[in-house]
């Protein structure tokens, strides 16, 4: 549920920035863990977490496709 509210509050946030991005929630570990994409390269991502401002929060690139 906090992944979720986590989303909600950046999305709500940063509408422009968010436009088009899909947020994937699912459990790793003990904890809840927030996806966010599709960026068109690993670079974008990066790109992504900063600009969102939420690399403090654990932001890192993965290639999931």
Known sequence: ???QAAWNKL?????RDTRGLRPVIG???GSWRLQVGPFETRDAARAGCTKLEI???G?????IG
């Open 1 to 3: 549920k906090s992944a």
């Open 27 to 29: 459990r790793f570990g």
């Open 11 to 15: 999305a709500a946030a940063n509408k």
């Open 59 to 63: 932001c890192f690139a993965l290639d």
């Open 55 to 57: 690399g403090k929060n």
